[in-house]
């Protein structure tokens, strides 16, 4: 294993050569200026060469682990010396600024390398120094910005992308910048990658725009985008006119939507809930409301219309007309023989089993009302039934 040490060039530029105490702005000149830029190039590139070396020599993901640590201490200490310089009013000024300015980019790519390639063996939970965070946040937005001048209206609708970037900027702006972990900063890096790449592409898709798919996938679980992606589903069910168009439409979203990609291991929110369990439960709760709606709606149905509820063949014909049954279940129920809450469910029980000569299916209602108002010739009748009957008890 190769046990130079790989940082010394830079490390000595940094520590000696642009060091304002020691280095006087008049000691350095354009050419050095270019000579300096030419020669961060080569040795970034050297580095990551010898690094990967390294890496591919080891076999125990301890050892693995620790040069990565050591390296990625490493670029964080210079960076913070580098970043130190730039408060000097020497430092800010002419070819010294410049060369600063490169070293920054030089440091900071070598890192993301790291962070990159070899995120598994880091500890991304680590609070990001206040330097390194100083240059994250201007690189995510500035890529940010970019991302508004190409204008991803035409991949998604402007609100959607608009939650994204401010969502993205409130968590680099309102937290405390002592609680940022590189685990948030390789998240909206990554992110912002996707991003990129998906608004040069044109979004054909059906119902899950390719922007949802891949804040779906990222496991995007920032509420205000939860709260965007439910409100859209509803306001597209409010366009279905019948309950079972409800059920049907969000049966398929549903499916769709447990087709897509999930990836469990990264979280825009680590303290909060995954997105794929938070609108699993939505899907699921509003799926049951809707069922149970439908259900209800249609035993209200069936209880105002009970006389649908036997089959033809179930019932009982009577040679009476309606009118006539209805005053004999009056009677019953108004001599206390036929007991029930109250005369109108003594017919709205009884007549569904019952039907006429003329006609199969009866209404309880119409039955009950006009045993308010008999006709005399139907009164006879009943009472004549009635008689007959009586006559056949006796023969018993």
Known sequence: MITVYPLEWIDSLILETLDPKKTSIDDLSEKDLAFIADNLSK???KIQIQLK????????????????QKHHSSFVYLLDKVMEYQKSDVALSGVLAAIVDVVINTLYELL??????????????????LRYLIVCKKEILLRIEELKAKKMQSTTD?????????????????????????????YQKELLKYLEA?????????????MDQLLIEMNFNYPPYIINFTHRIENQLNLQESLEGKINALLLWHKEFSQLLFNEKISFDPTRE?????????????????ERKMRLSTDIQRSSEPDQNVRSDNKVECALSIDQMGLILRAGDEARILKARSLNCVFKTIVPYLSSSHKKDLSYNSMRSKSYTPED?????AITTLRRIIKHIEEF
Request: glycine share 0%; charged share 25%; net charge negative.
């Open 198 to 210: 998906l608004a040069d592409i044109s979004d054909s898709s059906s119902f899950y725009s390719a």
């Open 377 to 381: 010739r139907d009164k006879e009748i």
């Open 274 to 290: 995954n997105i794929r369990y938070v609108l699993e439960d939505w899907f699921r709760y509003e799926i049951a409301y809707l």
């Open 158 to 186: 402007g609100s959607l992308i608009e939650i994204v970037f401010t969502a993205i900027n409130n968590s680099i702006s309102d937290k405390a910048q002592n609680k940022i972990t590189y685990r948030e900063i390789c």
């Open 43 to 45: 040795e970034s590139h």
């Open 112 to 129: 993301s390398f790291i962070q990159s390639r070899y995120a598994q063996y880091l500890s991304l939970d680590e609070r990001v120094p």
């Open 53 to 68: 070396n390294e890496v591919f020599a080891l076999h125990q993901k301890s050892q693995i682990r620790l040069l990565l």
